[in-house]
């Protein structure tokens, strides 16, 4: 009965080994992703580096959240 409710999720887990242990390691030792070192290191993993420059070009002519009132 128990065991039958885990079944999902240890298929999931030897499915991706690699994918949930890195998940794991980094939840138990509250790393951030988006920090640094861990962030370049996965950059090189994926073969692709996401940089501020590369962002789109943040606009200041209002095109942001506007305030409205309600009456």
């Known amino acids: 009965m128990f065991l ?8 999931e887990i030897t499915s991706h080994p690699v994918a949930f242990l890195g998940g794991f ?12 070192p861990v962030k370049s290191w996965l950059d090189q993993q994926a073969g692709s580096s996401v940089s501020a ?16 009132s309600i009456d």
């Open 25 to 36: 390691f980094s939840g138990l030792f509250r790393l951030n992703l988006n920090d640094d």
């Open 53 to 68: 420059s590369d962002a789109p070009p943040s606009s200041s002519n209002g095109s942001g959240p506007q305030s409205i």
């Open 4 to 11: 039958d409710e885990l079944t999902p999720v240890v298929r």
